[in-house]
């Protein structure tokens, strides 16, 4: 179970750092500066969702991965940019983390019964 966790905390690293990346390519304003935190963020990104990818399964990793970014980025939106979050992005939002969870309860469970 403690490596699930890692996994876990490997695949929202990632997301996360993904974020980093495109709110990077907007506020840093320096052209090379900016190309070169952008590779540095998508490079960790890339390394991070590896590591997920050795504790879960790819499907868990991608969608934990997929949550994280689109959460963080649209709070990064928000509260840098001053982007208006709509009920609908909030809707939006639960539906993918919920769809995430059930992805990632139906793949363990049927991992289990495959054992």
Do not use: D, H
Not at 38 to 55: D, E, I, P, Q, R
Not at 58 to 75: H, R, V
Not at 96 to 113: A, D, M, N, P
């Amino acid at each position: 179970m403690e490596g699930k966790k890692k996994g876990y905390a490997w695949a929202v690293s990632a997301g996360l750092n993904a974020a980093l990346a495109a709110v990077s390519a907007k506020l840093i304003t320096p052209q090379i500066l900016r190309y070169g935190m952008v590779v540095l963020f998508n490079v960790t990104m890339w390394g991070c969702y590896v590591n997920s990818l050795k504790a879960l399964s790819s499907l868990q990793a991608t969608a934990t991965n997929f949550a994280a970014n689109f959460l963080s980025s649209g709070l990064a939106g928000y509260f840098l940019f001053q982007e208006p979050l709509s009920f609908k992005w909030f809707a939006g939002a639960m539906l993918i983390v919920v769809g995430s969870l059930v992805l990632s309860k139906s793949s363990i469970e049927k991992k289990t019964r495959t054992n």
